[in-house]
């Protein structure tokens, strides 16, 4: 059994590992500062005799090496997320997402853990491929516009750990998260889905950004975080970028009516313009769909929860904590 750090574990995806780690019988600690994280999403882990929660920042080195002192195993996950909470604050974004990242791995180098960087589908930028794989280029938008701090920033801590990973021989895995979804995602910085459930259980509108024209694929945040974790325990993984997420398409506007059909079909849709929602100078990504050839080759699986299962989920979750 291995001792794991997951920075960024009181969140969405990282209660989910920690959970999953626990069950494993590995020994977890949760280095987190609460900021988009929750400490409720730990609260069936809290009297867990192999848990503990470090409540700090990874922007703090101190705190950092402390968080790493006796780890095998360590997982990046904290980091400024959320297309909403980026677009309104990229000086933070860019911090939080760079210098942090290199602290932790050169910590890693000397303390020989292996290490598993949460990246992001943001890193391909407005690509315009139909589905986008590993060896991709990344498209990025101009600097003028906040929105690619976020994949630039995810893109040079992709470069970090590779390079970290050639040249001190660093077993570093790097998932790039597409879409993920489920219990515990707050609406909050941006996501759709769990805006639109909170829009419908208000009782409406759902509110769709543009023409609902844009397509995405969403992915089970337990089969995602399932991934994370068997990813670090498959020796041919190292050194690698993997796509992480499900590669069935929908376009917002069907998500949308799947939402208010499972809620109540009578709660109204409503369009409005991508500048009265994130301002003037954003610019969306219209299809993004991933590869997962290289997953399924390596793991033989992905992420395959249809999107009505992943609704009924969301939606029993979000009625239960009301
Ligand atoms: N979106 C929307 N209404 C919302 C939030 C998002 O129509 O309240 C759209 C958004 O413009 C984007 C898609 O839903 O095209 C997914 O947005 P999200 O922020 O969840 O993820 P990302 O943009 O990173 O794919």
């Not at 701090?149 to 995810?154: L, P």
């Not at 059909?261 to 991508?274: F, H, R, S």
Request: proline share 4%.
């Amino acid at each position: 059994m291995s001792h794991c750090l997951v920075t960024g574990g009181a969140g969405f995806i990282g209660s989910h590992l920690t959970e999953l780690l626990l069950a494993d019988g590995h020994e977890v600690t949760v280095l987190d500062n609460l900021s988009t994280g929750e400490q409720g999403n730990l609260r069936g882990v809290s009297d867990h005799p192999r848990f503990r929660f470090l409540a700090g920042s990874i922007t703090d080195p101190v705190m950092m090496s402390e968080a790493v002192s006796g780890v095998d195993v360590i997982y990046h996950l904290a980091a400024a997320v959320g297309v909403r909470l980026v677009a309104e604050d990229p000086v933070r974004t860019i911090e939080t997402n760079i210098y942090p990242t290199e602290v932790l791995l050169r910590l890693a180098v000397q303390g020989g853990q292996k290490f598993f960087l949460a990246s992001t589908s943001e890193v391909y930028g407005k690509n315009f491929k139909e589905s986008w794989a590993e060896e991709d280029d990344l498209h990025f938008g101009a600097t003028t516009r906040p929105r690619w701090a976020y994949g630039c920033s995810k893109a040079i801590d992709e470069f970090l750990a590779l390079a970290y990973s050639k040249k001190y021989n660093l077993n570093v895995v790097i998932g790039r998260f597409f879409n993920v979804v489920g219990p515990r995602q707050v609406g909050n910085y941006g996501m759709v889905i769990p805006r639109f459930v909170d829009q419908a259980l208000a009782g409406g509108p759902v509110i769709v950004y543009d023409d609902g024209g844009q397509e995405r694929c969403f992915g089970h945040v337990g089969e995602v975080a399932g991934i994370v974790k068997d990813l670090m325990d498959e020796p041919s993984a190292a050194g690698n970028v993997f796509n992480i997420g499900s590669d069935q398409s929908v376009s917002i506007r069907e998500l949308a009516e799947a939402v208010v059909a499972k809620v109540d079909p009578k709660i109204a849709i409503e369009y409005i313009p991508y500048s009265e929602a994130y301002g003037d100078d954003f610019e969306d990504i219209r299809r993004r769909v991933p590869d997962v050839a290289k997953l399924e080759k390596t793991l033989g699986r992905k992420p395959v929860m249809p999107l009505d299962q992943i609704l009924d989920d969301i939606i029993a979750a979000k009625r239960a904590d009301n």
